[in-house]
């Protein structure tokens, strides 16, 4: 048996002001588990996105999040309609899944996603996936350079190796960027 505190876990650089990731203190084998804390705006995920083999299971504990979710995969148990299994979905076939204190949201693996804190109050949530190894993930967002919705690639930022940034497919143009602030939570700088 292992035990951790998650206050005593670093937080991990990523889009929700706090990430601690349980997984390896753990000794998980075959099950990822995240702990978040999104402050107002924040959100889940670097971009819109899928995992082709995992499924993942949230569970809201405090505040509620918002997840933007795409047509369901094809072979999806939930899946009323065949969808290419890389198909983010238009954004006006999108739906949105409002997922308040001690609720819980599951996505099918395949299923493009991407979960918000849209309210004024902090989201401290559980994330789990399963299995551990997530196959090939399709990652989107909006680029203000070419003004549309594109593939996008989760790179460190070349003028400071301490900051994370979103690069457009296309064009090359960075999307957005996310640092650790000095209160020691991350943060969206664009």
Known sequence: MDHVVV????????????????????????????YYELAPGDSF??????????????????????WVVGPEPAGSEDSADLVDPVDPGA????????VGPMEAIRVPPGQFQRGWNFGEDRVTALALGAPLAYGEQLKRDDCPACGDEVAVSIERASDDESELITVCGDCGAEVARWRRGDDGENERVR
């Open 7 to 34: 206050d005593d876990l670093d937080n991990s650089l990523q889009p929700a002001a706090v990430m601690r990731h349980l997984t390896d203190p753990l000794g998980c084998a075959d099950l990822a588990i995240n």
């Open 91 to 98: 954004p006006g076939e999108r739906r949105e899944v409002r």
């Open 45 to 66: 995920a670097f971009a819109y996105h899928n995992h082709e083999v995992q499924e993942e299971v949230f569970v809201v504990l405090s505040g509620t999040a918002t």
